[in-house]
C-alpha cells in the first residue's frame, strides 16, 4: 500500500536573469519499510526532490502525501541525512547526537539514554567523550546517522551519504546502514548517482533524467538480491544484469541529451 506519494511535482528556480525547470510533472509512490533510490546523472533533480519532500523548498507545482495527509503535517516525521556530516567540531559526540532535543529545551534522561544506547547500537558508544576530528569518516557519518535517528523519524532522506567516504568505508556503511534502517523498520529514499549503489541498498530504484528532471524507468530490484546485504548483493548474477540495463538506459539518455 501506498505511504509516501508524490503527485505531478513540477519545480522552477526563479531568479533575475532567468526561470529554470528543474523538475517536470514527477509522480512516484513508496511503500511504508522499503528503500528507494533516486538515480541519475548531475543535474536532473534528485537533490530539488529530496528538498520538496523535506519541505525545505515548496514545489511550484504538485503535491507531497504520507498516508494521504499533506506532508505540511508530519513535518517531525522526516530525517536528513547529508554528503557531509555537519556536526558542530567543538561539541563531544554524545553532544552532537543530543543536538536534536537541545535545541528543543533542557534534555531529558530518557533522552540523553536514547543517545548513548543509539551510540551503542552504531558501536561509538567508546569514542562518545571525543570530537568530530578526532574521529573517521566513517565513523563520523555513523554519529550523523546517530543524531538523525534521535528525532525518530519514520522516513529518512539521504542524499549521497557515502560519497566523500572511500571505497571500502563505503560499502561497510551501506551494509550497515541497510541493517540499521530494517531493524526500526525506516522508509528510506537514496539519492545517489552510483548505479552499484542503488541496486545494492534499494527495493525500487527511479531512473531520472535531466532537463527538465522526470523519471524515466521505474525498476524493482529482485527479491534474490534484496534479500543479500550490499556486499554480497554485488556478487549476484542479478545485480550485474540489472545494472548492465541501467547502465544502457544511461547511456542512451546520454546520447539524447547530447544530440
Ligand atoms: N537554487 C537554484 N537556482 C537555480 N537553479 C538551480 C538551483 N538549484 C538547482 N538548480 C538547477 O536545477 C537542476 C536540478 O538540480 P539538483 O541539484 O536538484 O540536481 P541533482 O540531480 O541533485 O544534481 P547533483 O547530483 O549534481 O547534486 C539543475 O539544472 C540545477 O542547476
Redesign the pocket.
Known sequence: MSYLELDGISHY?F?EQQC?Q?IDQVSLSIEKGKFTALL?P????????LSIIAQLIKPTEGAVTIERRSVEQHSRMIGYMLQQDYLFPWKTILDNVCIGPKLHGELTELEFNKAKALLRKVSLDHVEELYPNQLSGGMRQRVALARTLMTDPAILLLDEPFSALDFQTKLLLENFMVEMLSQYKKTAIL?T?DIGEAIAMSDDIYL?Q?NP?RIHLHLTVPEVVRELSPIEARRHPEYHRLFDEIWKEMTELDQQESK
Open positions: 528556480y531568479s529554470k528543474a541519475g548531475s543535474g536532473c533533480g534528485k537533490t530539488t526532490l539519492v548517482h531520472m535531466p528532471g
